[in-house]
């Protein structure tokens, strides 16, 4: 007689014996059956359990299993796709731990990111002035300030010849400076008399006293609250419709550069919506995590709404997760706040854009609140301000696992390269920042002695420092395979100077594929559940041209991404690579 609890399990079994069998006949998934298998893969998986495999199983979105081709078509069934992937190397999907994801891609804004001359923007800039019937403004975006002789900043009068009467409002490529023409100056009211907008800091002649056409500060001033309802009342390309579109373009392009997760370093509460409008309409294609930004003064009552939309935006596709701040500017226009003067400017240091004992408290008020903060840090005086905060805050509200980013540390004081692991600091560093057909201007304003620490990534390594790499797009390209590069030679997308710049602070490929994928889910808490390719993790995975491993670092640039999965879902995929087939 067949009775009790071993009596149940029997019959149990004996009926699973005969049903699950059919069931698999007929179609119907059991628990092992899989969405899709990639195959013939090489795969770098970032998992130090195992570091590479053949195949990979991927079931509701999550990793199934990860072995051996044999091992993993086990979980085929008649319902399961398999993509043969012909030797290619796979990836986790890349994490882009700092990214302007509204900026940029604006086919109505001038790019001037690959002019190399003041002649080719003055003629781009003629043209633009040529095709656009109108008599409105002239929008540009992307002019680097190496390409101007002697490192001197542009002027108005260098506009004048290509613009005439129309007013030109022209973005340098970090977002921190703007360059206007006399009719922008007009048109803005600016005069010997104005000290600032609210969108900048308005530069003079230091032997008149008149306005010389360079409004510095713009990405802390030009992207504050005020300074964007400004802009949008003067500029076509600030409204709402045209940061929309920008938006869609721009993650459209992550899809088709393999990144999964996109962390947008300095949004508004404003923003807010514009983000859950891009998921309501199926274009939010990548995961997106958030900080918003904290200028000098935001009251506590904005801090009480920045923790409401913490509560209110809290999942794997959209996440409010850490507060932006700024300590100082940039190396160019001297207001990176440096510990020695400028080598081109001895009477100047720059300034850092909060007195330290301020900056402590507010660092200390954030962490309380169990916030992560994001501090654009530059200059060695500043990025010693920003530690000296943490360190303050750690005192003051005890030790927890905070994970707060110094983010770019150009150039860094080397008695600070053991602060990073002591406070448990992430270097979020964006390797593209150091190329040298970029960083002309910067170099001979910090000089030869203190550029031995520019963006040092080796330095940083050994120090025991967690590096989380990142484009900052639309300052650099997009393509982390362009980081990737940078990362591993120095050199300029011309492949100059042959030995790289500093090439003592060149990594290998290993440590940048780690700063780009799991190091960037651990700087940004996720992960548990992405940034290796390992079971019960999301299915966010992407399929490369070529195998990086096999490549002359000269020319990990050129390869392309074939596939992007997010979440087991194909998001992109490349002509190249043809599609799942069902089994």
Not at 86 to 113: A, E, K
Not at 488 to 497: A, H, I, V, W
Not at 545 to 568: E, H, W
Request: proline fraction near 7%.
């Amino acid at each position: 007689m067949i009775g009790g609890a071993s009596g149940v399990s029997l019959r149990a079994a004996c009926i699973a014996a005969v049903l699950l069998p059919l069931a698999a006949a007929c179609g119907a998934p059991s628990r092992e059956d899989a969405d899709l298998v990639i195959r013939g893969a090489k795969i770098y998986t970032l998992d130090p359990a195992r570091p590479w495999a053949e195949a990979l199983a991927i079931r509701d979105g999550r990793i199934l299993g990860v072995g051996g081709d044999a091992e993993m078509l086990r979980t085929v069934s008649d319902r399961t796709r398999v993509l043969d992937v012909r030797g290619r190397l796979v990836l986790p999907g890349i994490i882009d731990s700092h990214s302007h994801i509204t900026f940029g891609s604006d086919p109505d804004v001038l790019q001037l990111s690959d002019a190399r001359s003041p002649r080719e923007i003055y003629e781009r800039v003629r043209r633009a002035v040529a095709s656009q019937s109108a008599s409105g403004w002239i929008e540009g975006e992307g002019w680097n300030y190496s390409v101007f002789p002697g490192g001197a900043l542009p002027t108005w009068r260098d506009l004048e010849v290509a613009t005439g009467d129309r007013p030109a409002f022209l973005v340098s490529y970090d977002a921190h400076t703007v360059w206007l023409n006399r009719a922008a100056l007009k048109k803005l009211g600016i005069d010997g008399a104005t000290a600032r907008l609210p969108y900048g800091v308005v530069d003079k002649d230091p032997r008149t006293g008149e306005p010389t056409g360079i409004l510095r500060s713009f990405a802390t001033m030009g992207l504050s609250v005020e300074g964007r309802e400004a802009l949008r009342t003067i500029l076509p390309s600030w409204s709402t419709g045209r940061r929309y579109e920008r938006l869609k373009r721009n993650l459209e392009m992550a899809s088709r550069f393999g990144i999964t997760t996109i962390v947008e370093p300095q949004a508004f509460l404003e923003d807010l919506p514009l983000f859950s409008r891009a998921r309501q309409d199926g274009v939010l294609l990548s995961r997106l995590q958030i900080a918003l930004y904290h200028p000098r003064g935001t009251p506590e009552s904005e801090l009480a709404r920045f923790d409401e939309a913490r509560r209110r935006f809290d999942d794997d596709q959209l996440r409010v997760a850490a507060i932006k701040l700024y300590i100082d500017d940039v190396v160019e226009p001297h207001t990176a706040a440096m510990l020695e003067p400028y080598s081109d400017r001895p009477e100047e240091r720059g300034e850092t854009l909060y007195p330290p004992d301020e900056f402590k408290t507010v660092a200390a008020r954030i962490d309380r609140m169990k916030f992560q903060i994001f501090i654009h840090a530059i200059g060695d005086r500043g990025i010693r301000t920003a530690l000296d905060a943490l360190q303050y805050a750690r005192e003051q509200n005890g030790p927890r696992d905070s994970r707060h980013q110094l983010v770019h540390i150009e150039c860094l004081s080397p008695e600070d390269l053991p602060r990073f692991k002591a406070l448990g600091v992430v270097a979020c560093m964006q390797p593209r920042h150091c190329a040298p057909d970029i960083t002309g201007k910067w170099a001979i304003n910090i000089g030869p002695e203190r550029s031995r620490y520019a963006w040092a990534f080796r330095s940083l390594l050994d120090a025991g420092a967690t590096l989380a790499f990142a484009s900052d797009w639309n300052v650099a390209e997009m393509d982390p395979l362009v980081g990737i590069y940078t990362a591993l030679t120095r050199k300029g997308l011309d492949g100059r100077p042959p030995n790289g710049w500093i090439p003592e602070q060149t990594i290998d490929l290993a440590s940048a594929l780690r700063a780009y994928t799991i190091q960037g889910a651990y700087a940004n808490f996720a992960e548990g559940n992405r940034g290796s390719i390992a079971p019960g993790k999301y299915a966010d995975v992407i399929v490369l041209s070529d195998n990086l491993f096999d490549l002359a670092p000269d020319r990990i640039k050129d390869a392309r991404v074939l596939l992007t999965l997010v979440g087991g879902r194909e998001i992109y995929r490349s002509p190249d690579l043809a599609p799942a087939a069902p089994q």
